[in-house]
Protein backbone atom coordinates (compact mmCIF):
# COMPACT_ATOMS: atom_id res chain seq x y z
CA UNK A 1 0.00 0.00 0.00
CA UNK A 2 1.50 3.60 -1.09
CA UNK A 3 0.59 6.82 0.08
CA UNK A 4 -1.53 7.47 -2.77
CA UNK A 5 -3.72 4.57 -1.68
CA UNK A 6 -4.38 5.78 1.21
CA UNK A 7 -5.14 9.20 0.10
CA UNK A 8 -7.70 7.27 -2.22
CA UNK A 9 -9.03 5.95 0.51
CA UNK A 10 -9.48 9.06 2.50
CA UNK A 11 -11.70 10.48 -0.10
CA UNK A 12 -13.33 7.34 -0.71
CA UNK A 13 -14.52 6.30 2.14
CA UNK A 14 -13.16 9.28 4.63
CA UNK A 15 -13.76 13.04 3.62
CA UNK A 16 -14.51 13.14 -0.37
CA UNK A 17 -13.64 17.03 -0.64
CA UNK A 18 -9.81 16.20 0.41
CA UNK A 19 -7.77 17.33 -2.62
CA UNK A 20 -5.00 15.62 -4.22
CA UNK A 21 -3.50 15.34 -7.57
CA UNK A 22 -2.66 12.10 -9.50
CA UNK A 23 -2.91 10.36 -12.89
CA UNK A 24 -0.78 7.63 -13.45
CA UNK A 25 -0.25 5.53 -10.40
CA UNK A 26 2.86 4.49 -11.51
CA UNK A 27 5.42 7.53 -11.04
CA UNK A 28 5.12 8.57 -14.81
CA UNK A 29 2.77 11.62 -14.64
CA UNK A 30 4.14 13.49 -11.84
CA UNK A 31 1.28 15.45 -10.42
CA UNK A 32 1.31 13.55 -7.25
CA UNK A 33 3.88 15.13 -5.03
CA UNK A 34 4.14 15.73 -2.10
CA UNK A 35 5.79 15.72 1.52
CA UNK A 36 5.62 12.88 2.94
CA UNK A 37 6.98 12.61 6.31
CA UNK A 38 8.63 15.76 5.31
CA UNK A 39 10.66 14.44 2.32
CA UNK A 40 8.98 15.63 -1.42
CA UNK A 41 7.85 12.41 -2.73
CA UNK A 42 5.55 10.88 -5.26
CA UNK A 43 2.91 9.74 -2.98
CA UNK A 44 2.08 6.83 -5.71
CA UNK A 45 5.79 5.40 -4.81
CA UNK A 46 6.01 5.92 -1.29
CA UNK A 47 5.27 2.67 0.85
CA UNK A 48 3.28 3.22 3.93
CA UNK A 49 5.26 1.08 6.78
CA UNK A 50 3.91 -1.87 7.31
CA UNK A 51 5.06 -1.41 11.27
CA UNK A 52 2.07 1.12 11.22
CA UNK A 53 3.97 4.19 12.14
CA UNK A 54 2.64 7.93 11.87
CA UNK A 55 2.71 9.04 8.11
CA UNK A 56 2.75 12.45 8.07
CA UNK A 57 1.88 14.10 4.32
CA UNK A 58 1.59 17.87 3.22
CA UNK A 59 1.70 19.96 0.18
CA UNK A 60 4.87 20.52 -1.52
CA UNK A 61 6.78 23.57 0.07
CA UNK A 62 7.40 26.65 -1.94
CA UNK A 63 4.39 26.80 -3.73
CA UNK A 64 1.41 28.46 -2.95
CA UNK A 65 -1.37 25.76 -2.00
CA UNK A 66 -4.81 26.00 -3.77
CA UNK A 67 -6.35 23.19 -1.33
CA UNK A 68 -4.98 20.34 0.75
CA UNK A 69 -2.16 18.87 -0.99
CA UNK A 70 -3.35 20.77 -4.40
CA UNK A 71 -0.72 23.04 -4.95
CA UNK A 72 -0.11 26.32 -7.82
CA UNK A 73 2.15 25.17 -10.64
CA UNK A 74 1.64 28.34 -12.27
CA UNK A 75 5.08 29.80 -11.31
CA UNK A 76 6.85 26.93 -12.53
CA UNK A 77 4.93 26.43 -15.81
CA UNK A 78 5.75 30.05 -16.85
CA UNK A 79 9.35 29.57 -15.96
CA UNK A 80 9.54 25.75 -17.96
CA UNK A 81 8.24 28.21 -21.34
CA UNK A 82 10.99 30.79 -20.48
CA UNK A 83 14.05 28.45 -21.15
CA UNK A 84 12.74 26.97 -24.67
CA UNK A 85 12.64 23.44 -23.91
CA UNK A 86 12.16 22.71 -27.84
CA UNK A 87 14.15 22.38 -30.27
CA UNK A 88 15.14 25.36 -32.37
CA UNK A 89 16.47 25.62 -35.96
CA UNK A 90 18.09 27.96 -37.79
CA UNK A 91 15.99 27.01 -40.92
CA UNK A 92 13.66 24.00 -40.81
CA UNK A 93 13.99 21.17 -42.95
CA UNK A 94 11.36 20.03 -45.37
CA UNK A 95 9.65 16.91 -44.69
CA UNK A 96 11.12 15.53 -48.24
CA UNK A 97 14.81 16.08 -46.74
CA UNK A 98 14.28 13.16 -44.48
CA UNK A 99 14.05 12.93 -40.23
CA UNK A 100 17.32 14.24 -38.21
CA UNK A 101 19.29 11.18 -37.48
CA UNK A 102 20.97 10.96 -33.90
CA UNK A 103 23.60 8.64 -32.84
CA UNK A 104 23.18 6.42 -29.40
CA UNK A 105 26.04 8.37 -28.25
CA UNK A 106 24.42 12.10 -28.85
CA UNK A 107 21.08 10.74 -27.04
CA UNK A 108 23.25 9.98 -24.22
CA UNK A 109 24.55 13.08 -24.04
CA UNK A 110 21.20 14.86 -22.83
CA UNK A 111 19.07 11.46 -21.83
CA UNK A 112 18.54 11.29 -18.06
CA UNK A 113 18.01 15.45 -18.04
CA UNK A 114 15.20 14.81 -20.48
CA UNK A 115 13.60 11.94 -18.08
CA UNK A 116 12.10 14.85 -15.95
CA UNK A 117 8.48 14.27 -15.22
CA UNK A 118 7.96 18.06 -14.15
CA UNK A 119 6.27 16.68 -10.38
CA UNK A 120 8.29 19.60 -8.89
CA UNK A 121 9.67 17.70 -5.91
CA UNK A 122 13.19 19.69 -6.74
CA UNK A 123 11.66 22.83 -6.27
CA UNK A 124 10.11 21.94 -2.40
CA UNK A 125 13.69 20.89 -1.70
CA UNK A 126 15.53 23.81 -3.06
CA UNK A 127 16.75 25.77 -0.72
CA UNK A 128 17.76 28.98 -2.98
CA UNK A 129 14.15 28.74 -4.60
CA UNK A 130 12.43 28.40 -1.10
CA UNK A 131 14.72 31.57 -0.35
CA UNK A 132 13.89 33.14 -3.84
CA UNK A 133 11.13 32.40 -5.40
CA UNK A 134 12.49 34.14 -8.93
CA UNK A 135 15.02 32.12 -9.09
CA UNK A 136 14.89 29.36 -12.42
CA UNK A 137 14.86 26.49 -10.43
CA UNK A 138 16.40 22.58 -10.64
CA UNK A 139 13.72 21.25 -13.60
CA UNK A 140 13.25 24.48 -15.83
CA UNK A 141 17.16 24.61 -15.74
CA UNK A 142 17.48 20.98 -16.47
CA UNK A 143 15.20 20.59 -19.60
CA UNK A 144 16.55 23.56 -20.99
CA UNK A 145 19.90 22.27 -20.55
CA UNK A 146 18.57 18.85 -22.22
CA UNK A 147 18.27 20.46 -25.23
CA UNK A 148 21.39 22.73 -25.64
CA UNK A 149 23.00 19.05 -25.46
CA UNK A 150 20.19 17.80 -28.32
CA UNK A 151 22.66 17.40 -31.89
CA UNK A 152 19.53 18.57 -33.53
CA UNK A 153 19.29 21.93 -31.59
CA UNK A 154 20.95 25.04 -33.09
CA UNK A 155 19.39 27.51 -29.82
CA UNK A 156 22.25 26.87 -27.39
CA UNK A 157 23.31 30.04 -27.36
CA UNK A 158 19.96 31.54 -26.93
CA UNK A 159 18.87 29.37 -24.09
CA UNK A 160 22.16 29.79 -22.50
CA UNK A 161 21.19 33.27 -22.27
CA UNK A 162 17.87 32.47 -20.72
CA UNK A 163 18.94 30.21 -18.36
CA UNK A 164 21.54 32.73 -16.80
CA UNK A 165 19.68 36.03 -16.71
CA UNK A 166 17.83 37.96 -14.08
CA UNK A 167 17.84 34.63 -10.98
CA UNK A 168 19.36 32.23 -13.57
CA UNK A 169 21.25 29.57 -13.22
CA UNK A 170 24.22 31.37 -11.19
CA UNK A 171 22.10 31.44 -8.30
CA UNK A 172 22.31 27.85 -7.32
CA UNK A 173 24.49 27.16 -4.40
CA UNK A 174 25.36 23.52 -5.55
CA UNK A 175 23.17 22.29 -2.11
CA UNK A 176 22.21 19.35 -4.11
CA UNK A 177 18.81 18.78 -2.78
CA UNK A 178 17.66 18.83 -6.01
CA UNK A 179 19.40 15.82 -6.98
CA UNK A 180 18.79 13.90 -4.15
CA UNK A 181 14.81 14.03 -4.12
CA UNK A 182 14.56 13.41 -8.02
CA UNK A 183 12.45 10.15 -8.21
CA UNK A 184 13.56 9.81 -11.94
CA UNK A 185 17.29 10.20 -11.41
CA UNK A 186 18.08 13.47 -13.09
CA UNK A 187 20.76 15.46 -11.74
CA UNK A 188 19.56 19.18 -12.03
CA UNK A 189 22.15 20.35 -9.74
CA UNK A 190 24.99 18.89 -12.57
CA UNK A 191 22.68 20.87 -15.19
CA UNK A 192 22.87 24.29 -12.98
CA UNK A 193 27.05 23.78 -12.42
CA UNK A 194 27.40 22.87 -16.19
CA UNK A 195 24.74 25.64 -17.48
CA UNK A 196 27.31 27.91 -15.40
CA UNK A 197 30.67 26.57 -17.06
CA UNK A 198 29.19 27.29 -20.41
CA UNK A 199 28.32 30.75 -19.98
CA UNK A 200 31.33 30.98 -18.62
CA UNK A 201 33.35 29.70 -21.87
CA UNK A 202 30.77 31.66 -23.91
CA UNK A 203 31.20 34.97 -22.65
CA UNK A 204 35.41 34.10 -22.54
CA UNK A 205 35.13 33.30 -26.14
CA UNK A 206 33.34 36.22 -26.52
CA UNK A 207 36.27 38.55 -24.71
CA UNK A 208 39.07 36.77 -26.44
CA UNK A 209 37.69 37.34 -30.18
CA UNK A 210 37.00 41.08 -29.43
CA UNK A 211 40.44 41.58 -27.95
CA UNK A 212 41.84 39.74 -31.76
S1 LIG B 1 0.30 9.36 -10.02
FE1 LIG B 1 1.60 9.78 -11.72
S2 LIG B 1 3.55 10.02 -10.82
FE2 LIG B 1 2.29 9.46 -9.16
Same mark, same amino acid.
Given at each position: ?95 ? /?? /? ?10 ? /? ?17 ? $? ?7 ? =? ?26 ? =?? =???? %? ?5 ? %? ?9 ? $? ?7 ? $?? %? ?10
Amino acid at each position: MFVLDALNYASDWLDGSLAFRWSCRMGVCGSCGALVNGTPRLTCAAPIPETGEKVVIEPLHNFPVQKDLVVDIGDFMEKLGRVEPWIIRERERALE /EG /EYLQKPEQLQRY /EQFGACINCMLCYAACPVF $AADREFIGP =AAAALGYRYNLDSRDEGAKERLDLLTRD =AG =AFDC %TFVGECS %TVCPKNVDPAL $ALQRIKIDA $AL %TSLKSITRRGK
